[in-house]
């Protein structure tokens, strides 16, 4: 993933601990528009994104990861969600 920090957002995802919810999230947000890039580190259990879009993004990312079964207890840098 590229190194931009205007829109980088990095969220905990503690559910997360195989390939299958990496590619399970990576694709839930490849949907999500705005979202443009997303990656999984399951090691960590923390989804790296940027976002291009306005407000609301950050939601609707969450609400996709959640929308897969996965709980998204906080965001990190106390972003709204």
Known sequence: MSDSPAGAVQISVPDISCG????AIE???SGVDGV????V???A???RMRLDGG???LAAAVAAIEAQGYE???VAG???R
């Open 36 to 39: 443009a890039e997303a990656e």
């Open 55 to 57: 407000d609301g993004v």
């Open 20 to 23: 299958h919810c990496k590619r």
């Open 45 to 47: 259990r923390i989804v």
């Open 72 to 74: 998204v207890p906080a």
């Open 27 to 29: 694709g839930a947000l």
């Open 41 to 43: 580190d399951v090691e």
């Open 78 to 80: 106390g972003a709204q």
